[in-house]
T-cell receptor, first 115, second 110 residues
Framework: EAGVAQSPRYKIIEKRQSVAFWCNPISGHATLYWYQQILGQGPKLLIQFQNNGVVDDSQLPKDRFSAERLKGVDSTLKIQPAKLEDSAVYLC?????????????FGDGTRLSIL | SQQGEEDPQALSIQEGENATMNCSYKTSINNLQWYRQNSGRGLVHLILIRSNEREKHSGRLRVTLDTSKKSSSLLITASRAADTASYFCATANTGNQFYFGTGTSLTVIP
């Protein structure tokens, strides 16, 4: 089966600019996650979707980050405006059933650099 | 931090040796999972152990879980150069929250 697809692989922007990332999960996977991974750290969950509804966005900085999953398939994560501390790899993952008790399948991420 | 903590932060061994890394966490869990991450890539799921299990095997991997000590260990036997990667534990707690640890960077020298 095809894996989780993410684009772009790399993005360089200046602070205060906007940026968007795209994720296409594994076909049939109802649960989708966005993580932020700062260099040298483990991934931090930003938001979890079940189909097109938000299950958990408690760690999403809502003043600048937003995410949507229209039609319960693809998802986009947006940052507006970007800050220097947003430099990180943004990972998308999906799993076949609801809940965090299932293995997650990850894409290769988007590496974001803020100048 | 609510994240798990892996120990050691970095580990370097010769090919063929065994590698052991540990994970400690703070809250009650439903399960604990181990993932591998190669440089520049996403994470790959290795093994899941439920809170009522004490040991689990998968190929060259052996995971133990001690819920009384809130700790887990991952043993990789007969290591290979291809095992070089970062390894993360992730906990799903009873509040249905999911946290990754800080990771162990493993280098296997051919």
């Amino acid at each position: 089966e095809a894996g989780v697809a993410q684009s772009p692989r790399y993005k360089i922007i200046e602070k205060r600019q906007s940026v968007a990332f795209w994720c296409n999960p594994i076909s049939g996977h109802a649960t989708l996650y966005w993580y932020q991974q700062i260099l040298g750290q483990g991934p931090k969950l930003l938001i979890q979707f079940q189909n097109n509804g938000v299950v958990d966005d408690s760690q999403l900085p809502k003043d600048r980050f937003s995410a949507e999953r229209l039609k319960g398939v693809d998802s986009t994560l947006k940052i507006q405006p970007a800050k220097l501390e947003d430099s990180a790899v943004y990972l998308c993952a999906s799993s076949s059933v609801r809940g965090r008790n299932q293995p997650q399948h990850f894409g290769d991420g988007t590496r974001l650099s803020i100048l | 931090s609510q994240q798990g903590e892996e120990d050691p932060q970095a580990l370097s061994i010769q090919e063929g040796e065994n590698a052991t890394m540990n994970c400690s966490y703070k809250t009650s869990i439903n399960n604990l999972q181990w993932y591998r991450q190669n440089s520049g890539r996403g994470l790959v799921h290795l093994i899941l152990i439920r809170s009522n299990e004490r040991e689990k095997h998968s190929g060259r991997l052996r995971v133990t879980l001690d819920t009384s000590k809130k700790s887990s260990s991952l043993l990789i036997t007969a290591s290979r150069a291809a095992d070089t990667a970062s390894y993360f534990c992730a906990t799903a707690n009873t509040g249905n929250q999911f946290y990754f640890g800080t990771g162990t960077s493993l280098t296997v020298i051919p």
